[in-house]
């Protein structure tokens, strides 16, 4: 498959036009998408009241391949009625991520018992009861409760509630699987776990440093706004292991002259090692430094910790620096030079930073850059980490974590004149971890693929077969439903988020506050989710102090978040003023920092060693461009001229090292996992020493190793072996081997 010579552009208009064909037309197509609801994909906030394809400073049209591609699947017709009887769980399991995708929308409940290999369809009312018998049945302290970012903030809200009048604290989201590296290393640095921008700040910015991400693939609609600051004559330093297509140039289709000629993203491009995001980030400080560019009078008034750092900073070898980093001593120079000149600079991120055993140490080191120059507290420049969901950061934001906020903990019992459990909950990976030693009996899911976004896939299907019951509130099939199977599991359909009787309301990764406004479902069977969530609320707790049937307004859950959770004040009548809104307090336009006294936190830290010796690569699992998180929309990956995910991409040099050929069938095998019948590939893009492999396929060779800090599993710097398969002997049938002795 021949890779483009740029992202975007008409390839793009051509797969709208082929994705509206697939859902009935152009028109139906174009009608769902331009509908007043938040997009279903990444945490951008595009839609809301203003309508689909609008971002939050009102430009039209804003559209990507992964919305329309997120449309199209819940435009999907219904499972057909046979499909339950005709595959077993084990054929089930030999189908591939976009397969189980295409299978349709899921439009009635359906169970797999124990001692049985299919799934059946069971009334609404057998479901329900079977989850709420199985709840009065186990302590709280048996159960885990696991959010997907695709759900609406009412939901999440309801059910973290549910699950703590339950009696536990058992409640975590994807974001321990991305983004809660960011969260707390953010916290524990500029005192908010959230981006300290504005979406207009981004449009200000004379500099955007994208350090581990890829959002031409990921996060397309971001492209315009780095467009923009090429066109401004603004700069935009990319730091990734892997030259992205789409970050060297781009065909913007809602611009002419870029969809014409197309614009260069990238003004720098630093290939770093996998794993050497630290000790790059503390060699461009140390050159700041020495070349004088730092704002020492702010480092003084609004900063603790920086005498420590900078300190260390001298301390630190400039051979150590190159050596573990994988760059050049000229490489950081320029990049320090560029961000010495700049005036206004934005610093954002992706899982390349947050996917490693110092994730959290890795944001830390961002924010201390950041602030070197005065960059937190001020228009137009600080912290963005950029989310994949798109209703993630809401989930944190209304309490789906382990521990609650002391504010809202507080309210909550003061609202419902309850005491809340206090005892320490699991974050996802120890959830997983206790469902495997069998201290965990229960477990719900909110949207998501708990066990396709797990390290380690052979213990994340062992420890979830552990589990006596799981539930999945789902509209379309994933992995988790062939391959994360409990005694007993339960799929329940539920709407999707343009299909909503009601309004919902969403968070974007800017603290924007989105309200979307429903619409009419597309098939009979699926229930709203607040509605399936009280209905259990109900049968397992009849005697909380709440009124399950009140709940199922998501009007009454805005009102109750309105009261118990800060900032959030102007969501209880947001569906009437129709008003959108930033939460209070996160955005930092000063250097006034949400910190105990008030100042920035300057951290220390020391360079991990660079992994890998002899003939070991370090491995990163990687999104295609046809997907979205665990969602595999297409096979093909565009960007990279990949046709097929079963291939692993390694440099030129790395191949020859090993004497392999291209498209040379080859194993994989990690410290927890071995892959079989790769293709490697030769792939000049990616810097010599590392490789890639397409998530969530890799997940098998990726350990439980995580953050101490943040619990994220280390997804990238994973090291592994390649190895050429053994020829195969030719296999001759008996029939033909009989034939021939005739």
Same mark, same amino acid.
């Given at each position: ?31 769902? %998408? ?92 057998? /479901?329900?009861? =079977? ?8 302590? /709280? ?10 759900? $609406?903030?009412? /939901? ?31 916290? @524990? ?13 981004? *449009?200000?910015?004379? %500099? ?16 315009? !706004? ?15 292991? &892997?030259? *992205? ?8 289709? @809602? ?7 197309? !614009? ?22 140390? =050159? ?8 020492? *009078? ?39 030079? =560029? ?5 206004? &600079? ?12 110092n994730g959290v140490k890795n944001v830390q080191a961002i924010a201390n850059l950041a602030m070197l120059r005065g960059m937190v507290g001020r228009p137009g420049a600080g912290l963005m980490p950029i989310r994949g969901h798109s209703n993630v950061q809401a989930m944190g934001s209304v309490g789906v974590t382990p521990k609650l906020k002391d504010a809202i903990f507080e309210r909550l019992e003061k609202e419902y004149s309850v005491k809340?459990? !206090?005892?320490?909950?699991?974050? +996802?990976?120890?959830?997983m971890e206790g469902a495997m030693d069998g201290s965990l009996k229960f477990g719900l899911c909110l949207g998501g693929n708990l066990y396709g976004s797990n390290p380690d896939a052979t213990f994340a299907g062992k420890s979830l077969a552990q589990l006596d019951m799981l539930v999945y509130l789902s509209t379309t099939l994933n992995t988790g439903h062939a391959h994360g199977i409990a005694k007993e599991t339960i799929i329940l359909p ?33 229930? $709203? *989710? ?21 709940? +199922? $307004? ?22 009437? !003023? ?77 191949l020859a090292a090993r004497g392999l050929k291209h498209d040379q069938l080859v194993s994989v095998t990690s410290e927890t996992g071995r892959m079989e019948n790769l293709l490697a590939r030769s792939y000049s893009d990616i810097r010599a020493g590392n490789a890639l492999v397409y998530y969530p396929e890799a997940n098998v060779l990726v350990p439980r190793s995580a953050d101490p800090e943040s619990k994220t599993p280390a997804f990238k ?14 296999? &001759? $049938?008996?029939?033909?081997? &009989?034939?021939?002795?005739?």
């Amino acid at each position: 498959m021949k890779k483009p010579a740029s992202g975007g552009g008409w390839r793009a208009i051509l797969y709208s036009l082929k994705k509206a064909r697939e859902v009935g037309g152009f028109w139906k197509l174009w009608t769902a %998408m331009r509908s007043k609801n938040a997009c279903k994909t990444c945490a951008l906030g595009m839609g809301g009241q203003q309508g689909g394809m609008v971002n939050e400073a009102g430009s039209f049209p804003e559209v990507c391949k992964k919305s329309l591609q997120a449309m199209a699947a819940d435009m999907q017709g219904a499972v057909r009625d046979d499909f339950w009887s005709t595959y077993s769980l084990a054929q089930l399991q030999k189908f591939t991520p976009r397969e189980l995708e295409h299978c349709g929308r899921l439009t009635e409940p359906v169970v797999v018992e124990p001692g049985s290999q299919y799934y059946r369809p069971i009334t609404w009312d057998d /479901a329900l009861g =079977r989850i709420t018998k199985k709840l009065r049945e186990l302590e /709280a302290s048996q159960s885990f409760w696991y959010f997907s970012g695709r759900s $609406s903030t009412e /939901a999440g809200f309801l059910l973290q509630l549910l699950a703590r009048l339950y009696g536990t604290n058992n409640v975590n989201n994807c974001s321990f699987y991305c983004h809660q590296a960011s969260g707390v290393g953010l916290q @524990s640095s500029v005192g908010t776990g959230t981006a300290t921008i504005e979406f207009e700040d981004v *449009e200000h910015a004379d %500099m955007v440093m994208l350090i581990g991400g890829n959002p031409a693939s990921n996060h397309p609609r971001l492209m315009s !706004t780095l467009m923009g600051i090429r066109n401004r004559g603004g700069e935009v330093i990319v730091v990734n292991p &892997v030259r *992205e297509l789409g970050l060297v140039n781009f065909r913007v289709p @809602s611009n002419t002259w870029s969809m014409l000629f197309g !614009t260069k993203i990238a003004s720098l491009y630093c290939q770093p090692h996998i794993g050497g995001d630290l000790a790059l980030i503390s060699g461009i400080a140390k =050159r700041v430094v020495e070349l004088g560019g730092e704002d020492r *009078e702010y480092l003084k008034k609004y900063t603790t910790g920086h005498e420590a750092w900078l300190a260390s900073l001298e301390q630190m070898s400039w051979a150590e620096i190159t050596e573990k980093s994988g760059t050049t001593r000229e490489e950081i120079d320029d990049i320090a030079r =560029r961000y010495i000149k700049a005036k206004k &600079v934005v610093f954002g991120w992706t899982m390349g930073i947050t996917h490693h055993v110092n994730g959290v140490k890795n944001v830390q080191a961002i924010a201390n850059l950041a602030m070197l120059r005065g960059m937190v507290g001020r228009p137009g420049a600080g912290l963005m980490p950029i989310r994949g969901h798109s209703n993630v950061q809401a989930m944190g934001s209304v309490g789906v974590t382990p521990k609650l906020k002391d504010a809202i903990f507080e309210r909550l019992e003061k609202e419902y004149s309850v005491k809340l459990p !206090t005892s320490p909950g699991l974050d +996802t990976l120890g959830c997983m971890e206790g469902a495997m030693d069998g201290s965990l009996k229960f477990g719900l899911c909110l949207g998501g693929n708990l066990y396709g976004s797990n390290p380690d896939a052979t213990f994340a299907g062992k420890s979830l077969a552990q589990l006596d019951m799981l539930v999945y509130l789902s509209t379309t099939l994933n992995t988790g439903h062939a391959h994360g199977i409990a005694k007993e599991t339960i799929i329940l359909p539920v709407l999707a988020r343009d299909e909503e009787p009601q309004a919902t309301t969403q968070e974007s990764m800017f603290n924007y506050i989105r309200l979307s406004d429903g619409g009419p479902r597309r098939h009979e069977g699926p229930r $709203s *989710e607040v509605e399936v969530i009280a209905r259990i609320g109900e049968g397992a707790l009849p005697k909380a102090p709440l009124d399950w049937q009140s709940m +199922t $307004s998501t009007g009454k859950i805005r009102q109750a978040i309105a009261k118990v959770v800060p900032g959030f004040e102007q969501i209880a009548t947001i569906d009437k !003023t129709k008003k959108e809104f930033a939460v209070a307090g996160r955005v930092l336009h000063e250097p006034k920092f949400p910190t105990k006294d008030g100042k920035g936190v300057i951290h220390t830290h020391e360079l991990p060693p660079l992994l890998g010796t002899g003939n070991q690569l370090r491995l990163m699992t990687v999104r295609s461009e046809g997907q979205f998180n665990t969602v595999v929309y297409e096979t093909e990956d565009l960007y990279r001229g990949q046709e097929r995910r079963d291939v692993i991409l390694m440099h030129p040099d790395d191949l020859a090292a090993r004497g392999l050929k291209h498209d040379q069938l080859v194993s994989v095998t990690s410290e927890t996992g071995r892959m079989e019948n790769l293709l490697a590939r030769s792939y000049s893009d990616i810097r010599a020493g590392n490789a890639l492999v397409y998530y969530p396929e890799a997940n098998v060779l990726v350990p439980r190793s995580a953050d101490p800090e943040s619990k994220t599993p280390a997804f990238k710097n994973v090291l592994v072996v390649v190895e050429p398969m053994p020829a195969k002997l030719p296999v &001759v $049938s008996k029939k033909r081997a &009989v034939a021939g002795a005739t």
